[in-house]
Each structure stands twice: as C-alpha cells, then as structure tokens.
C-alpha cells in the first residue's frame, strides 16, 4: 500500500513527488530493495544515470529473488539499455533456486532471447520442460534451434523429430506450432512432407482460415517444383476470394512462366516465417534488383526451391497463356457477383 502511491507518481511523470516519497520510505526501511530500485529509476529518468545504476547495481549484486524486486530491475536495465546485467540477474535467480522456479525461468528465457543467445535460449527451454511437462516449452527448444540454424543445420533434423513426435502425442494443436513444424519440415529438406502437412486434416483444424490455408499449400508447391498442384490451390483460393492480388500474381507465375512481372513484387512469407536476410541491416539494405518471382521465392524458402518440369513458352504463348487465365476468372468473378 505504501508503494502505490510512488508507482503512480512515477507513471504520472511526476518525479520531484516520487523521489520525495521514497526518500520518506528510504528513511524508515534503508535497506529495501524495491525502495532502492524505484529511487534508480527516478534518478535515471531525472538525467542522474550513473546515480540510478549505482543504485540498482548494488540492488542486483545483493542477489535478490523477490519477483517485484527482479521486474522493477529489469524496467530499469531495459531502459538504460544494459541487457548484459538484467540477464545476469535472472541467471542468479535461478540458480539460487535450483532451477526449480518457472517464472525465474521464462525471465531467463526473455533475457537470453533479447540477447540473441539462441544456445542457452535452448537450454532454458528444455529445463522448463522438464519442470512443467508442458509441450509450448519444447516449441520453444524447437524455435531456438531454428535460429541456429545457419551456422549448424544438423539442428534442423533434431528439431523435425521432436516435432513429430509432438504431432504424434497431439501436442500440435495450434496455428503457431504448426506453423513452426512445417518451417521446420521445409528448411530440412523435407519440402513434401510440409505440404502434406499443410493440406491434410490436421493443417485444416490448426488453420481455420481457409484462404490463408490454400495460400500456404500453393507456396510450397511451387518450392517443390509441384506447380500444376499449386495452381489448383491458387484457383481453389480465387473462388473464394477473386480480389486476391496475391493469389492472382502466383497463378499468373504458373500460367506465364518464363516471363517477368511489369512490377516488382515481394512474395507472401511462406509458413513460418524465414530468415531475415543477411544484408537486412547494412547500409544499403535488401536490393533485389530485377529478380523474378521464382528467384524471390526460393529466397524466401531458404534456397529450397525445386525447378518445375515446365515446357518452355515463347513470349506469344506465356501472353495468350495468361490473357485465357485473367478472361477466365473474371468469368467466375462476375458469376459470383464479384
């Protein structure tokens, strides 16, 4: 009850009201923790940093374990930009209690995830699976392999296996883990069994979103070389929905193969996700220069498309080809009244 009224100072920016609150608290219990740690973050946010850290500084060599105490440290450590020493703190925590505490766990996890420690965000994952038995947490493991994956690609067959055995107890239940079992599938190598996956009942029940469903199963038919059967996704997808640009582009790819768009354009993400490119964070960003669709894909599949055994058009054919597909689903679109 007595921190109440300092919280709301502090949220309320009104920071001369809250130090002296604190230095009245401070007065009467010296050695609080979370007296300490809030009088920090006053002082970080009234220009005095170095007086702040030295006072959550001491606060964190003191080991704490209370869960007030550890999240107020962490708002002060992700403020100032340290995130070395709010992952030390946790790492602490935990060990103080044996690893046994999944709340100081998931924290550990949190931290070892903004640090981009993908090794011991791993590690930390598996430990909370041990604890909690929890399927979420071997997702988590699988994520964190996933993300080692450029530098140790071997990660990839672990993480496909326990996936399937996950799939095999029914723990695949939800969007996002399908969704991360099926990246894991493609960048494995195992293109084929990603759109089973896609496309059988399971995919249905996880993905109820149709449309996102047969957009998913046409990208990856087309990584697999399979183009007829992405075609077929495509259609089945303008049925439904015959504004769709995107479902229009990838069945034009098909239908004009060997040409390339008037316009530039970035293909949908496949399922799951991908890598970011490496050049996402230089100085001159991702340039793609006059790439065609089928060069931008395999990109984004990670460098897994397959080459489709289609016969070669000459410019003559791919335009009739494509005028015949655009004449034919406006037919549809307007017999659904679109």
């Not at 009850?1 to 920071?15: S, T």
């Not at 007086?51 to 209370?66: A, I, K, M, Q």
């Not at 930390?124 to 929890?134: Q, T, V």
Request: proline share 4%; glycine share 6%.
């Amino acid at each position: 009850r007595k921190l109440e009224p300092i919280y709301e100072m502090i949220d309320a920016k009104n920071l001369k009201a809250a130090a002296k609150s604190i230095g009245l608290l401070l007065a009467k219990h010296p050695g609080l923790q979370i007296g300490r740690v809030l009088k920090g973050i006053v002082c970080a946010r009234q220009g005095k940093e170095e007086e702040g850290t030295e006072l959550c500084e001491d606060v964190r060599l003191e080991h704490p374990t209370d869960e007030t105490v550890l999240n107020t440290l962490a708002i002060f450590y992700k403020n100032t930009g340290k995130a070395a020493e709010c992952t030390m703190m946790f790492e602490v925590a935990s060990e103080k209690a044996g690893h046994r505490n999944p709340d100081f766990l998931q924290l550990l996890f949190c931290a070892h995830a903004r640090e981009l420690a993908f090794v011991k965000q791993q590690q930390c994952a598996m430990k909370l699976y041990r604890l909690s038995n929890d399927p979420k947490h071997i997702m988590w493991a699988v994520c964190s392999m996933v993300l080692q994956s450029r530098e140790n690609p071997k990660l990839l067959q672990l993480a496909a296996g326990m996936c399937t055995k996950l799939e095999a107890s029914g723990a695949i239940n939800s969007r996002e883990a399908l969704l991360v079992y099926a990246r894991v599938l493609r960048e494995s190598g195992q293109g084929a069994k990603a759109l089973e996956l896609l496309a059988c009942n399971l995919g249905e029940r996880c993905i109820p979103m149709h449309v996102e469903r047969l957009a998913l199963c046409a990208l990856q038919a087309v990584a697999i070389g399979k183009n007829q059967e992405a075609m077929l996704h495509w259609r089945a997808l303008l049925d439904r929905a015959p504004d769709d640009w995107v479902a229009m582009s990838g069945a034009l790819d098909i239908t004009m193969a060997g040409t390339v768009p008037a316009a530039a354009r970035k293909p949908p993400p496949p399922a799951g996700g991908s890598h970011a490119d490496p050049s996402a964070h230089a100085e001159n960003g991702v340039s793609d220069g006059d790439a065609d669709a089928v060069a931008l894909l395999a990109k984004a599949m990670g460098d897994k498309c397959a080459v489709a055994d289609n016969d070669a058009m000459t410019s003559l054919e791919a335009a009739a080809s494509g005028t015949a597909l655009v004449e034919d689903l406006r037919a549809a679109a307007e017999s659904l009244g679109a």
